[in-house]
């Protein structure tokens, strides 16, 4: 019934295992990939006919990560698997970028990527295998995919590069001095597709050896797919890329002048719309003929493309009038929101982000449900596109995938300089609003997210920038590396290349490509040549940080306190009662952990300093020959019972009253009055032995008995 052909091998210390022909056989390519004991499923679909009309590669990867893979039933009311969460959506966008580039040229058919978690055995990550399985299946279903690709994930250890760690190695790795490095690189064959990174200030000779480590690991993950593509791949699908040289003689007649005069106004609106202008004329020259053909668009883009990326590579000029390593000007300022914690306002030429920080308390931190389990994150970085950015008036909703990678890679950036939990117990929520974009808003919320933790009194280890490259690879060979790219460059170029990082090493870095790769030399002149338009991007930021390091008066204060596990029982009282008279008295918020440590909350001092006395009582011990302040709670024929210490009572015998002989307590001392009294010690039975004649009742100061003068002979 099933013709199943199956290929395995060892790759580091686990087994990888590829079958094909038992499920899903109705989907063109259908592979699970097993890795150890984690097992994805990917299956592709991909329609036999474009769209009439249309004009781009309708790709759409999906990843979902089922519950019932690790044991675990999901959280929330519906118990089933709902919208895609942030892993979800990054690992998707993970898939397609290395996936879509190798699509040959003018295939606009659509095409559907599925990959779904079956297992995990809470070591090795699936995304690595979602990325492997995905491949796989394009290559053996007949779609017109120059692959096969393979990823993997380095770590970085004690100066050595591991070969896909664990998900526990690579688990908040802030916390994780050992490791420095989370790195997924995809590619094929002969070059490096794509690049996605969380480092911790690596240098760029480390980095770079990082993905040239990965890219050999996954060769032998390539010759594994092809193997199992020769004997389980279908018929290849029969598509010829469309002949359009005559349609495009024709629009390069009709308008290359005007279009060459519209790429040459420096403006961003200007051109956009002189741009629209020359296609608007172009058309006006075509034929019915020719405005019908579907590949007119493709045609047009040749057309720019060509335009722009020419004149790059020959003079050196792009079409702001930059050389190729120049930044835009950069106008940093902070504190600009008077009322929030911290914010700055972040403009590099036409790319602009307003970005806040708001402090908040362990209360805040978010839980992230995840398959290898519950954790939660004391930073967030959330980043938003709106419309009007763009000078458009499009639609507004949720966050897209778009907005939650951006978010992410500006989260990663910062990751490696925020201070660790116990320096500085808030957490930190960091919102990058995009006013303006033409180029790297991901950068600029980098830059400015760097700006507006300092402003709010964040004590970053170092400040952060980063900045956007761009290629244009000729056929000939020929080559430029532009800095700091525009939307255009990115949009018509052939690389988007990010690297953010301190004046120390990279914190982060990201890489897509357009083209069949790119060599290891062009990405090493990239690197280089980023690492120069960070520190210009540094010194200018600096500039704009003489008077932002002050706690923001707006922000809660919180204090931590450490006690021991026992007496966390004692804090928190029967069904959390002592706990909640803490928080009502002083007015501070009391959050407690397992491990004994307090974080007590509020924007008053005098609040915090309340809750962290009435803790303290409770938790400390009364010391020997100390003196306290304590109240009468009840007198017996033998003395009195003080309240001295917390609800600590003591007993101050008649003869510890005062220095006379008394009939009575109470003919000095009455039920609520207020005495201070010194700690004897205790007894043979733990009781506490307290005196109040030895302490001067208004002062409270021990008297000291005076010395009497020997008689001399």
Known sequence: MFEVTKKSMQWGEETLTLETGKVARQADGSVIATLGETSVMANVTFAKSPKPGQDFFPLTVHYQEKYYAAGKV????????????????????LIDRPIRPLFVDGFKHEVLVMCTVLSHDMVNDPDIVAMIAASAALTISGAPFMGPIAGARVGYEDGEYVLNPTVDDMQDLRTNPDQRLDLVVAGTKDAVMMVESEAYELTEAEMLGAVNFAHENIQPVIDLI???????AKEPFDFQPPEYADLFEAVKAAGEEQMRAAFALRDKQERTSAVAAARDAIKAALSEEQLED??????????EAGILRGDVVKTGTRIDGRKTDEVRDIVCETGMLPRTHGSALFTRGET???????????????????????????????????????????RVGPPGRREIGHGKLAWRALQAVLPAATDFPYTVRVVSEITESNGSSSMASVCGGS????????????????????????????YAILTDILGDEDHLGDMDFKVAGTENGITSLQMDIKVAGITPEIMEKALAQAKEGRMHILGEMNKSLSGASEFSVHAPRIETMNIPTDKIREV?????????????????????????????????GDSIQKAYDMIHAIVAEPEEGAVYTGKVVKIVDFGAFVNFFGKRDGLVHVSQIENRRLNHPSDVLKEGQEVKVKLLGFDDR?????????????????????????KED
Do not use: C, W
Not at 74 to 93: D, I, N, Y
Not at 573 to 593: L, M, P, Q
């Open 74 to 93: 999901p959280g929330g009311f519906f118990k089933r698997e709902a919208r895609p969460t942030e892993k979800e959506t990054l690992t998707a966008r």
């Open 226 to 232: 092809i193997d199992l593509a020769e004997e389980a």
């Open 294 to 303: 579907a590949n007119l668009g493709s045609a047009l883009k040749k057309l």
């Open 352 to 394: 602009q982000g307003l970005v806040v920080t708001t402090l908040g308390t362990g209360d805040d931190e978010q839980i992230i449900d995840a398959l290898h389990g519950n954790f939660r994150s004391n930073f967030l970085l959330h980043y938003n596109f709106p419309p009007y950015s763009v000078g458009e008036a499009g």
């Open 451 to 478: 700006l507006s933790m300092m402003d709010a009194g964040v004590p970053l280890k170092s400040a952060v920038a980063g900045v956007a490259m761009g290629l244009i690879l000729e056929d000939s060979g020929d």
């Open 572 to 604: 928190i009282g029967s069904g959390g009662k002592v706990i909640r008279e803490i928080v009502e008295v002083s007015g501070a918020k009391v959050d407690i952990n397992d491990e004994g440590v307090i974080k007590i909350a509020s924007p008053n």
């Open 686 to 710: 733990g009781k506490v032995r307290l005196s109040m004649k030895i302490v001067d009742q208004e002062t409270g100061e021990e008297i000291v008995p005076e010395k009497k003068e020997k």
